[in-house]
């Protein structure tokens, strides 16, 4: 979290703790976390996740003040050239991400996050946890009301590259199925026997926002964002060319169910 914030976070806790009569020692037995945590959150010398506020904003009675307060910080703890296009992640109506190398953040487990990170040797410690936490929140977009249209297709190599242990792959395509089912939400792979295919030459996102298609995508240092009628329109092409390519939706969940046993 940036600094002004997370300062804006331990004022807010430490008002409504004092508040309510609590010392530190008592709002830590109400939430069942230690006293030195919450005085680490009052100091700014932690980061609080989401279970610590939920825990807080409920023995506190602050009707969710800490946890807005906590997505605020998350937003700006993205890295800046994100952050526009995660505004617009957030308002689209609409979203169709192809992804030929991973699976997409918004689908991603906590551990495969995590391994990600790790393995793109960006982010350490104490930042890359801030990370981790940043990309899972923007996945509230798939279940909220009025969540976006989504329609996700993945190259069956996304399902068999190894990200942390055989178990963080079974729980990370555990979770794919279960994106699944929800009602706006179309999952699609590409299967291995399809062979060489438009979109291999890299991943992107098209999303309908107020209005307009805008296309995204992303480098280790910066994301691209075309607007340009010509350029969305070849990619719109291509992400036609690709689902022309993935199984069908049960098809899909078939080949995730038997990619799974190969976890073992």
């Known amino acids: 979290m940036g600094q002004p914030v997370l300062k804006l976070y331990a004022e807010e806790l430490r008002q409504a703790r004092t508040d309510a009569g609590l010392s530190q020692e008592g709002l830590a037995g109400r939430i069942h976390f230690s ?5 680490h959150v009052e100091q700014c010398r932690r980061p609080p996740n989401a279970e610590f506020t939920a825990r807080c904003d409920q023995a506190l009675n602050t009707g969710g003040r800490l946890e807005r307060i906590r997505k605020t910080a998350l937003a700006e703890s993205l890295v800046p050239w994100f952050q526009n296009w995660a505004l617009i992640e957030a308002e689209a109506t609409d979203l169709k991400t192809f992804e030929p190398l991973v699976v997409p953040g918004l689908l991603q487990t906590e551990e495969y996050t995590r391994a990600q990170y790790r393995a793109g040797a960006r982010f350490y410690g ?3 946890e801030r990370q981790v936490e940043a990309r899972l ?8 009301d009025h969540s976006p249209r989504c329609v996700f297709v993945l190259d069956e190599y996304v399902l068999r590259r190894p990200f942390g242990s055989p178990t963080v ?4 395509l555990a979770r794919l199925l279960e994106v699944a089912n929800l009602p706006n939400v179309q999952l699609q792979v590409v299967p291995a026997s399809a062979g060489p295919y438009p979109g291999l030459d890299g991943s992107f996102v098209l999303a309908s926002w107020h209005g307009t298609d805008v296309c995204y995508l992303e480098s280790r240092v910066r994301g691209i964002y075309l607007e340009r009628a010509e350029d969305v329109a070849s990619f719109r092409d291509a992400w036609e060319s690709i689902r022309g390519e993935a ?9 995730i169910r038997e990619v799974m046993d190969t976890w073992t």
């Open 169 to 172: 792959m079974r729980a990370q």
């Open 35 to 39: 006293t030195s945590l919450v005085a």
């Open 126 to 128: 104490d930042e890359l």
């Open 137 to 144: 929140a923007r996945q509230e977009i798939l279940t909220r």
């Open 247 to 255: 199984a069908s939706c049960g098809r899909t969940v078939e080949l």
